[in-house]
């Protein structure tokens, strides 16, 4: 995932909180927004409240090889805020991805294989 793909600044990520949808189940919180980039771009937030730097670190390589794996799938017109909660500690890398994949179907971001 490049640089470029990734939200940093905290203007960008109250603009999204403020403007953008929010969808959620057990492990995560997924905000989208339109952008005007002909790429998708998303930032992470993990708590110190969910785990140590190990833990958080994890949990945040997890999501971004989740999100390069479905790279073809999903909208890229938008931008995502991913939020880790507390369970989502627990999970390794393939549940990790079955529950971003389930929230962004929720979302309705993913698309149909064909």
Known sequence: MNKK??????????QIFKKGKSFAN???VVYKLENEHDF????LSVSK???NA????RIKRYIRQSFLE???SVDTSKDYIIIARNSAAT????????SLEHVLKVAKVIKKKS
């Open 5 to 14: 793909q990734r939200i940093k600044k905290n203007a960008e990520f109250q």
């Open 40 to 43: 998708f771009r998303i930032g």
């Open 70 to 72: 479905l790279n073809d």
């Open 49 to 51: 409240k969910v785990g």
């Open 26 to 28: 057990r492990q995560f």
């Open 91 to 98: 999970l390794d890398f393939h549940e990790t991805k079955k």
């Open 54 to 57: 190990v833990v958080r670190n």
